[in-house]
Each structure stands twice: as structure tokens, then as C-alpha cells.
């Protein structure tokens, strides 16, 4: 029986850490979200930080000069999206698991079977999450939200030509705000149960 692999993508601010983290401790099965950073940071070389902050700062100036024909192989971004996916790959191979962000979702579409889900709320709700869980100040937020947002849409346009909270590219799509993290978890769990069952 092949094993089946949980997917979270998620917009900043609608907990879809915590829905990943609570899916795992149900299923007792692994959670991957910051060791994937730290496995990176193995395969390249490169300090934490530098990996931080490259995946959070793809810009259209980036596209704009691979649309251009320049030379990023040495690209920091192009490095580490490279590494991140051989990580990825490797849990996958060691037995279902939740992974959360980083485009998995993309990278193993047509590899192992995956259960997708996609997490999203209102903004007043994100913003009220983020400034309770992250410590953001409340003037700063929402700009932290959509600055965000706008980068994870980025990656999947400039890596995978996909769009970035589409409901195509996802099994269920899920509103925190509606169903609560546990809710969403719950949702989540049925569905991996199902399609176990169906293997």
C-alpha cells in the first residue's frame, strides 16, 4: 500500500502551521515545516537566515530578470528551491507525513498520492491570529499579510507556472475563521482516512 502525504498550503495568518501540527499528533505521523529550513541549510550550505529570508523575498524583480534571460543559477532562491525539493522528496520516501508550505503540494503532484489542503480566512481573522501569534504589531499587519501572500504567489507562478491559492490545485480548501484550527484539522484527518481506505 502506498502511503499517503498531507499537503498544507496556507494564507499567512490563517494557522495553517498549527492545523498541520494537530493533524500529525492525530495520525502520529510526521510533521515537517522548520527541519525542512534545517535540512536545507545541510545540503547548501547556507545559515538559516540567508534561507529565511530568500524565501520570503522572491520579487517580480527576480522574475523579471529571469523573463529577461539573465544568468540565476547562482541565485540564491534557485539553490535553495532545488535543495528543498530533494528534502521533501526524502521524507516522502520514509512514510506519510504532514508538510506544510513550500510549495509541496506542487513537487509531488504525479509522485505519491496526496491529500491537499489549502487553509484560508477573512482578513480581520488573519490579521487578529498574526498579531496574537506571531507578536506583529497591530498597525503592521496587515502589510505583513499581504506582502505574504503575494510572495508565496510569486514562487508557485515563477516555479511551477501555477497559481497560488487556486482551488484546482487543491483537494479541499478550508476556512479557518469558519471551522477553527481543530475544525480544520478535522476535516483534514476524515479525508486521510478515506483515501487510505481506498488504497
Known sequence: MQDKIITISREYGSGGRDVGRRVAEALHIPFYDSEIIRETMKKTGLPEEVIRSAEQRVTSSFLFNIAMGVDVTRNYMQQIHAAEKEVILEKVSEGPCVIVGRSANFILRNRVPAVRAFIYADMDSRMKYAAEHYGIDVKDVQSVILRSDNERSLYSKNFYNEDWGERTNYD????????????CADQIITAYRREMKEL
Not at 479541499?172 to 475544525?183: E, F, Q
Open 172 to 183: 479541499m480548501m478550508l476556512n479557518s475563521a469558519l471551522l477553527g484550527i481543530d475544525g
